[in-house]
């Protein structure tokens, strides 16, 4: 079944003195890439949070951001009272006498190594491991859903392209065989007009063997039976089990190949026009399926 790349879910929880609030976005990519936004506290279990992803999504860029509003005394990061020291220490000799300057301790406290985040001990961990894996099979639950939906609207548009194709297909099916009557009779008319003023006598296998050269090298049954056999294939992927994405992206390459291949064999310009529809409905294809996981 496929499913489009573009999602977004969220989810929210209220814990103790602590509020969360985490986002989930995807869209296109060829691969599974991963960008995690989470604070200093969580950053310990992006591995984690990334092995939940890759067992939901295939395919697709996905942003994860977590925001947290902790109201606990626990909130507080530890000062490191020696950094600060040694700040004041090098500070000092700038200032020297001038009492423009002052040491602002807020700015100080910005400065790498005066602050840093709390020791975690195991329990504290596993808490936090509780709370953002809640919070992410939620907000996996609805990007799974808004892909899912969009994922039917797409399956749809492919399947009325396809529908586009095979439509095409028995039209030249139809036209095939008279482009070979046509060629036949405009060779003997063009013949007996070259010999209507002499003795010479048309040789009707010569005819026949300029036909039999002339279908031979536009024959393109083979190539409609593979064109067939690519969107039957490509339908039965479409409504597969598995994430369809990349092998549609091969079909749909494969299909063009034989429709170029069809266009170069005949200069019908019938069969041209229609391999223009099926050229123009598999570049819709394509553009599609860049979008499906």
């Not at 070979?180 to 003997?188: F, K, P, T």
């Not at 064109?227 to 994405?245: K, R, S, T, Y």
Request: with cysteine; charged share 30%; glycine share 4%.
């Amino acid at each position: 079944m496929i499913h489009s790349m573009t999602g977004f879910g969220e989810a929210r929880l209220e814990e103790g003195q602590r509020a969360y609030h985490l986002e989930l976005r995807s869209v296109n990519n060829r691969y599974f890439k991963a960008t995690l936004h989470l604070p200093d506290d969580f950053a310990f279990l992006e591995a984690e949070v990334d092995r939940l992803l890759r067992q939901h999504i295939v395919r697709g860029s996905v942003t994860l951001r977590l925001f947290v509003r902790d109201l606990s005394p626990q909130a507080a990061a530890e000062i490191n009272p020696a950094a600060v020291r040694a700040y004041v220490t090098h500070l000092r000799p700038l200032i020297a006498d001038d009492p423009r300057l002052t040491i602002d301790l807020a700015t100080l406290l910005n400065l790498p190594g005066a602050c840093q985040p709390r020791e975690l001990d195991e329990v504290e961990r596993e808490q936090k491991w509780r709370v953002l894996s809640q919070l992410v099979r939620t907000a996996l639950e609805g990007l799974l859903r808004m892909r899912a939906t969009e994922g039917r609207a797409l399956a749809q548009d492919l399947a009325e392209h396809c529908e586009r194709v095979r439509r095409s297909l028995a039209a030249i099916r139809a036209r095939s065989p008279l482009v070979l009557e046509e060629y036949r009779d405009r060779l003997r008319a063009r013949v007996q007009q070259l010999i209507a003023d002499s003795s010479i006598q048309l040789a009707e296998e010569e005819l026949l063997k300029e036909v039999s050269i002339y279908a031979e090298r536009s024959d393109i049954s083979e190539e409609l039976s593979r064109l067939d056999a690519h969107l039957e294939q490509f339908e039965a992927v479409m409504n597969g089990p598995e994430p369809p994405g990349r092998k549609l992206e091969f079909i749909a390459q494969e299909m063009l190949r034989e429709a170029n291949t069809i266009g170069s064999k005949t200069g019908d310009a019938l069969i041209a026009r229609e391999i223009v529809e099926i050229k123009s409905a598999v570049d819709r294809i394509k553009e599609q399926v860049q979008n499906a996981e």
